[in-house]
């Protein structure tokens, strides 16, 4: 490479337009903030019990692949590696999660930095973060959703720090979270595309320019891969599973999408995010920066259209959260009276986005947030569902067990059964839904009786099924409303072919 080259390669892309010194970072505070959130999630971390998606991703870690049929393989790979670690509890689950969400809380506040919040600036972002519904949700389960938003923000980090520097070097680290997103969730790919997008509409293009910009697209490409080529050879059944979404949800996540976007963070912290987007699209410090606005509005209009979960949205809202907390520490500075209604702001969001998003009610008064955020409900009734099908089970003659069959119709109750159905002498069991069907079907030899579990309704012939009857139903003891009480537990006298036949018409993604 000769002499220019190596000049070039690493030159501003554009003229920096703001002072390179960034404001001093507010350390001990901030990881105050940081430590108090962790703490605060770990704590509850026991609280009720495991969620179904927590449930499926444990069993899912037992079969580690490059791909599933609904996800890439990030998820279980870490829900594998936190059960070596730690052990097989709730909470032994959930200590990634709970540090997932403390460094969103950090990175929230470096976002905040970078727009050139001081320190009281960057401790309002922390807090807004620490307080929303959204980052204490996810962070106290372990999800998909938990490793997207703090991805997404990395992202989002990372391009901000390209666009204030120049420094095209930094696609080099927007390519690597890139990548390592899409190796939890191929929704960063919207992301991409609405920052593609604000770039290309409002500037500064000339970042789209740089060498660089391949360089990092080729490592984003790198992380990716396997898992592309996983779905790719098996036929891209997260298609399918995002067209299930969105043809059993989509009408409701569009007509919700506004409404939830505003719950979900915290109806208190809309001025600051309005005061962030005009802040963006107004202040001639930040033009630099200015593709965000229209880059998260685009973000928008690719969910809404997807019919996609409006959490999906909330990242880039975070950003203009961290955006607006200077304009608001500076509003609330001008008059010492305005203070105090921060502060009250801050002290309401903490207690209602904490009843609604953490384990802090007893279980028999979850009803109350339900509504609001039904991942509460969701963590509740596990080993009753288990109990249930034990009666059943039990009904079985026991020279005919060896012969017979425990079957879920989703992979919740397929994971319940898993961890909590040995205890009660209940076999491995079996379901068509998601990569459960993967990890199928049962025997041809295992014709004997067969023990249903499912949602719905008693219906006769169910899938195939023949000679069933109810047993019982599922009661998890609460009174809580969630998708599994009162679900039907059956025992039919077998299938009406081979395993090996029947197993296709029970596969489902939906």
Request: proline letters at 7%.
């Amino acid at each position: 490479m000769s002499r220019v080259e190596k000049r070039t390669s690493t030159e501003p892309l554009l003229p920096a337009p703001v002072p390179p010194a960034l404001p001093p970072l507010a350390k001990r505070p901030i990881a105050l903030i940081v430590i108090a959130v962790f703490a605060v999630q770990a704590a509850l971390s026991a609280r009720y019990g495991f969620h179904r998606d927590e449930l499926y991703f444990v069993v899912a870690g037992r079969h580690l692949a490059w791909g599933y049929v609904d996800q890439p393989p990030l998820t279980p790979l870490l829900a594998r590696a936190s059960g070596e670690l730690f052990g097989d509890e709730p909470q032994d689950l959930r200590i990634f999660a709970a540090l997932a969400c403390a460094a969103t809380v950090l990175v929230v506040a470096l976002i905040a930095r970078e727009f050139g919040s001081g320190r009281a600036g960057q401790l309002l972002a922390a807090a807004c973060a620490a307080t929303s519904g959204i980052v204490l949700g996810v962070g106290h389960l372990w999800s998909t959703a938990t490793v997207d938003i703090l991805a997404w923000l990395m992202v989002a980090w990372f391009l901000l720090r390209l666009l204030r520097t120049g420094d095209g070097r930094w696609w080099l680290a927007v390519g690597a979270a890139v990548g390592g997103a899409m190796l939890n969730k191929y929704l960063v790919g919207y992301l991409v595309v609405a920052l593609l997008a604000g770039l290309l509409a409002v500037g500064p293009r000339e970042v789209l320019r740089g060498r660089l910009l391949g360089a990092g697209i080729a490592i984003a490409v790198l992380l990716s891969a396997p898992g592309l080529i996983w779905q790719a050879g098996h036929g891209w059944p997260q298609f399918t599973v995002a067209g299930g979404i969105s043809t059993d949800d989509g009408t409701e996540n569009r007509i919700m999408f506004v409404p939830l976007q505003i719950a979900y963070l915290s109806p208190l912290f809309v001025p600051i995010w309005v005061a962030g987007g005009v802040r963006l699209w107004r202040s001639a410090e930040l033009r630099w920066a200015r593709a965000i606005l229209p880059g998260y509005l685009v973000l928008c209009v690719l969910v809404i259209g997807s019919g996609g979960k409006s959490y999906y949205a909330l990242p880039l809202l975070l950003v203009l959260v961290a955006a607006g907390c200077e304009p608001t520490v500076r509003w609330a500075a001008s008059r010492p009276a305005r203070r105090v209604p921060v502060g009250s702001m801050l002290v309401v969001a903490t207690v209602t986005s904490a009843v609604i998003s953490l384990p802090l009610l007893p279980a028999g008064r979850v009803n109350a947030v339900n509504g609001i955020n039904p991942e509460q409900g969701e963590q509740i009734g596990w080993p009753e569902l288990a109990d249930a099908a034990a009666v059943a089970w039990a009904r079985i003659p026991p020279e005919q067990r060896d012969r017979a069959v425990l079957f879920a119709g989703n992979y919740g109750e397929a994971g319940a059964l898993d961890r909590y159905g040995p205890d009660r002498g209940l076999p491995k069991p079996y379901s068509g839904h998601m990569s459960f069907a993967d990890w199928g079907p049962p025997p041809d030899r295992a014709d004997g009786p067969v023990v249903i579990v499912r949602e719905g309704e008693v219906t006769s012939g169910y899938r195939g099924f023949v000679g069933c009857r109810l047993v019982t139903r599922v009661d998890n003891g609460e009174g809580v409303d969630n998708e599994e009480q009162h679900a039907v537990v059956e025992l039919c006298a077998g299938t009406a072919k081979p395993w090996s036949r029947l197993w296709p018409e029970l596969r489902h993604f939906y």
